[in-house]
């Protein structure tokens, strides 16, 4: 089960936006800022990557427009690049910039970490949710 560091020394379960445990988002590629699989968050994830995130080419296009480009692969980071159909955990300022231009990935909210409603209204989240 994927855990967040609470600050003093222990760990705790995840919990999703959903108020459930979190789920995996992707292994292949593996995601998460801890790189486990997971969008799970700490103190040290300054971009939030909470957002179980399913790729389009139209967000790909918009992320790589707006200076992050998660297409092209990056073998000095063992980065393959990402492709239509791949979950990732986005960071959840990301999702919600592509969300305020109409072009926001579909989410998975089962494994979308609690932390992404620091930047994202879970209405917004569960409008865009894959089904």
């Known amino acids: 089960m994927p855990l967040d560091a609470t600050g003093s020394g222990g760990r705790d379960p995840s919990i999703n936006v959903l108020g459930g445990f979190l789920t995996p988002c992707n292994t292949d ?38 200076g992050n480009d998660l297409s092209t692969p990056r073998p000095e980071f063992d980065f393959a690049g990402l492709c239509p159909g791949d979950r990732w955990c986005l960071c959840a300022p990301r999702w919600q910039q592509a969300f305020e231009a109409g072009r926001p990935p579909q989410v998975v909210l089962e494994s979308t970490h609690r932390g992404a409603l620091d930047y994202c209204s879970l209405e917004d989240l569960r409008a865009h949710a894959v089904k």
Do not use: Q, Y
Request: net charge negative; proline share 5%.
């Open 29 to 66: 590629p593996v995601t998460g800022f801890f790189r486990n699989g997971c969008c799970d968050t700490g103190p040290g994830d300054i971009g939030s990557h909470t957002v179980c995130a399913v790729m389009t080419a139209e967000f790909l296009a918009f992320s790589r427009s707006a």
